[in-house]
């Protein structure tokens, strides 16, 4: 595969999972796969998504260069980051950014856009 050629990971109708292009990792927005539970459990079973994705793609959450956090109500945000917190490699917390937003899915809390190297 040349440098210029696109990966693309998960493909869907409408869209990929993820897409690699020049060592970079396109991660597409993660949502959790219960909507019954807390933003806290959200938010793990979205890291969890994010970690898997990376991995299929040669990359781990130390090599992730920027996250984007979406929330359906900022209030939640200090669980969330409880959950990010302890996620998070120590010494490698990537640019964030954390807003609110309606999602897709009334059910969805929170959704996880990352981008990263590869390894």
Known sequence: MSA?????????????????????VYLAGMVPERGDVDIKGQTEDVLAQVEQRLKECGSDKSRILRAQIYLTDIREIGL???????????????????VQAPLANPAYRIEIVVTAAQA
């Not at 210029?4 to 970079?24: C, H, K, L, Q």
């Not at 409880?82 to 120590?90: G, I, N, T």
Request: aromatic content about 10%; cysteine-free.
């Open 4 to 24: 210029n050629d696109i990966s693309r990971i998960g493909m869907a109708a409408r869209y990929s999972e993820a897409a690699v292009f020049n060592g970079i």
């Open 80 to 98: 969330m980051n409880e959950v990010w917190d302890a996620w998070v490699v120590p010494g490698a917390a990537p640019p964030r950014a954390t």
